[in-house]
Each structure stands twice: as structure tokens, then as C-alpha cells.
Nanobody, 122 residues
Framework: QVQLVESGGGLVQPGGSLRVSCAAS????????MAWYRQAPGKERDLVAV???????KYSDSVKGRFTISRDDAKNTVYLQMNSLKPEDTAVYYC????????????????WGQGTQVTVSS
């Protein structure tokens, strides 16, 4: 079955940078669109960035211009480079494969990894 393992989170000061990674197994990684989501305490899980199987990218307005999603199909890994971090970026970050339907992206799998905590604070 699919396994998603996120890593690379930590504590960073406002304005700092961090790169998180997600290693996927149990799926034909190169044919899937992949995405990063985040969930802040008391809030729903939100879609942050998508990278298609053709390596096209899409970002939420809140991170556009600051975050960059990328993927290495040879390593079955998707990355999220986060720059100019703000306290409001504090959340647990998750990845998942996604499907495109009726103009939106939806998680392809119901199971999620453990996520990686990103805390932006001075």
C-alpha cells in the first residue's frame, strides 16, 4: 500500500527558510500529481502547492512567490522549499498524491503520513 513519509520540519525564525521532503512508496510515483498540504492547530487541512506529473506547479495565494514545490521522480520524492517564512506558516505539513477533477485537486489516498511540524517563531 501507499506510504508517505514527510521530514525536514523544525523551528525557524520569521524570514528564514526551510525545505521539507516527502518520500513516497507503493505507488507509480511518476504518473501522479503530488501536493503539499498543511494543517494549523484548530484548522482544516489546506492545499498549499501542487506539482503535476509534467512538473507544472500551482500554489495557494498565501504562499505564492515564497514557496517552491519540486519533485525527483528517480527518488520518488517531492520537496517544498519555503522561503520568507511567516508565523502564520506554522503548521504540520503533509504530502499526498492528488487527482484533478472539476477544476480542483483532491487527495488520491485516504491515508496520510505523520506529517512534519514547521514552527515559525522568534
Amino acid at each position: 500500500q501507499v506510504q508517505l513519509v514527510e521530514s525536514g520540519g523544525g523551528l525557524v525564525q520569521p524570514g528564514g527558510s526551510l525545505r521539507v521532503s516527502c518520500a513516497a512508496s507503493g505507488i507509480m510515483f511518476n504518473i501522479y500529481h503530488m501536493a503539499w498540504y498543511r494543517q494549523a492547530p484548530g484548522k482544516e487541512r489546506d492545499l498549499v502547492a501542487v506539482i503535476t506529473s509534467a512538473h507544472a506547479t500551482k500554489y495557494s495565494d498565501s504562499v505564492k512567490g515564497r514557496f517552491t514545490i519540486s519533485r525527483d521522480d528517480a527518488k520518488n520524492t517531492v520537496y517544498l522549499q519555503m522561503n520568507s517564512l511567516k508565523p502564520e506558516d506554522t503548521a504540520v505539513y503533509y504530502c499526498n498524491a492528488v487527482r484533478f477533477h472539476s477544476g480542483n485537486y483532491y487527495p488520491a489516498y485516504d491515508s496520510w503520513g505523520q506529517g512534519t511540524q514547521v514552527t515559525v517563531s522568534s
